[in-house]
């Protein structure tokens, strides 16, 4: 198989087979993230994808689901992502299922009919890492798109039936604009109705603009309470009923799972006890243990 470097796949989704069409980030600019920093964008070579096929169909025929790699494949034009698609089906003809992580911009450049196409060929979910749905915010870690971008891409995910997972990076706009971050991302991530909300708390790695910022005094990070109290804020208002899952290093009781306005109060009020009886030195170190998203 060819992996070219570091393997990131969403762990909630079945992890095997992979399959990684291309490498990097189309993007790579956001000020949080080293994941591809060193990683040129490039698409794999057609034989590559081929020969990894070839290799799957042989150590796993029966594959009813894969995960294409990297950062965001789905930045491809219809016309070069069906024909890798219908090559999956090709070689796995049980399958039933293809995820991919991907961007809202790489939705832009395929009609509904085409995606609707790419559905009936296995596309079936998607995680959009959104981070925001405020302009601001987005702007301030460079994302590359604002709030009207993500509520028109994800309504044509809606019409063509593709299921969709949103992010939102906890302490992503700074004491600044903390507050403003968590209202209008809930109100954004409500309208669009992801059927999975995913939560993380932002770490400022070392060779990140964002870092950089905090050593410049333009950016004043969260404490680990004021986190909590941002991630309060956002699930107080979120109102679409989805599956919620968080990696916010404090994350308390009853958090992740299916239901969530069913289980909404029960959130809230777990995080609240975080809040007022969490040890959030722990979480801090924690924190500032990790090395990479």
Not at 12 to 30: A, F, K
Not at 116 to 140: P, Y
Not at 210 to 222: N, Q
Not at 226 to 253: P, Q, W, Y
């Amino acid at each position: 198989m060819h992996f070219t470097g570091t393997v990131y796949r969403n762990p909630y989704w079945p992890t095997w087979p992979l399959l990684e069409i291309t490498q990097g980030c189309t993007h790579n600019r956001c000020r949080f993230c080293t994941m591809y920093k060193d990683v040129p964008f490039r698409m794999n070579p057609p034989e590559w994808i081929e020969a990894d096929l070839r290799e799957l169909a042989q150590s796993d025929p029966d594959a009813s689901t894969i995960q294409l790699l990297s950062a965001n494949p789905l930045c491809m034009t219809y016309d070069k992502l069906a024909p890798i698609l219908e090559r999956i089906n090709h070689y796995l003809p049980k399958m039933e299922y293809i995820y991919a992580a991907t961007r809202v911009t790489d939705i832009r450049n395929k009609t509904v009919d085409e995606l609707k196409s790419l559905r009936e060929m296995g596309l079936r979910e998607i995680s959009l890492g959104v981070e925001s749905g405020d302009d601001q915010t987005l702007e301030r870690v460079n994302k590359g798109y604002r709030a009207a971008d993500i509520l028109e891409q994800c309504g044509k995910l809606t019409e063509a039936g593709i299921d969709f997972w949103m992010t939102f990076l906890n302490g992503a706009a700074g004491k600044e604009h903390s507050a403003e971050h968590a209202l209008h991302s809930a109100e954004i991530f409500s309208r669009c109705k992801p059927m999975t909300v995913g939560t993380g708390g932002l770490v400022l790695f070392p060779g990140t603009p964002l870092l950089e910022d905090v050593a410049r005094g333009t950016f004043t990070p969260l404490s680990e309470k004021e986190m909590l109290i941002e991630l309060k804020t956002f699930v107080e208002n979120l109102t679409c009923d989805c599956a919620f899952i968080t990696h916010h290093t404090v994350s308390g009781r009853n958090l992740t799972g299916p239901d969530f306005l069913r289980r909404k109060d029960r959130i809230v009020a777990s995080l609240e006890h975080e809040i007022r009886h969490g040890d959030l030195d722990r979480a801090a170190a924690v924190r500032r243990s990790k090395r990479s998203l």
